[in-house]
């Protein structure tokens, strides 16, 4: 079984910085892309930052210039390092990444169980 844990999450007053990080653990062969998301209350889930295999990297409009997104292969984490946060940013955050478990497998979507990201004004 493939898990994806998250940790970092909390409370910060809006200009703060915080940084999430999620370890991925189980039957791995190879990772793709992995990638943070988030959700606020009553709005749809969108994406924040996607890294690929080889370090590219695509922001959402909304962080870049603030959010940097970087990946340790031989850890299997991806880390999300949030600067200058604003109350926008409140939302629950899933870490995802795409897994292949073994190397007869197709890549399968997997998601962490999500953290709280709550900025303060």
């Known amino acids: 079984q493939v898990q994806l844990v998250e940790s970092g999450g909390g409370l910060v007053q809006a200009g703060g910085s915080l940084r999430l990080s999620c370890a991925a653990s189980?039957?791995?062969?190879?990772?793709?892309?992995m990638g943070w998301y988030r959700q606020a209350p009553g709005k749809q889930r969108e994406l924040v930052a996607i890294?690929?295999?080889?370090?590219?990297?695509n922001y959402a409009d909304s962080v870049k210039g603030r959010f940097t997104i970087s990946r340790d292969n031989a850890k299997k984490t991806v880390s999300l390092q949030m600067n200058s946060l604003k109350p926008e940013d409140t939302a629950v955050y899933y870490c995802?990444?795409?897994?292949?478990?073994?190397?007869?497998?197709?890549?399968?979507?997997?998601w962490g169980q999500g953290t709280q990201v709550t900025v303060s004004s």
């Open positions: 890294i690929f295999s080889g370090g590219n990297t």
């Open positions: 995802n990444a795409a897994i292949r478990a073994t190397i007869r497998a197709v890549f399968y979507d997997y």
């Open positions: 189980g039957s791995i062969y190879s990772i793709n892309d």
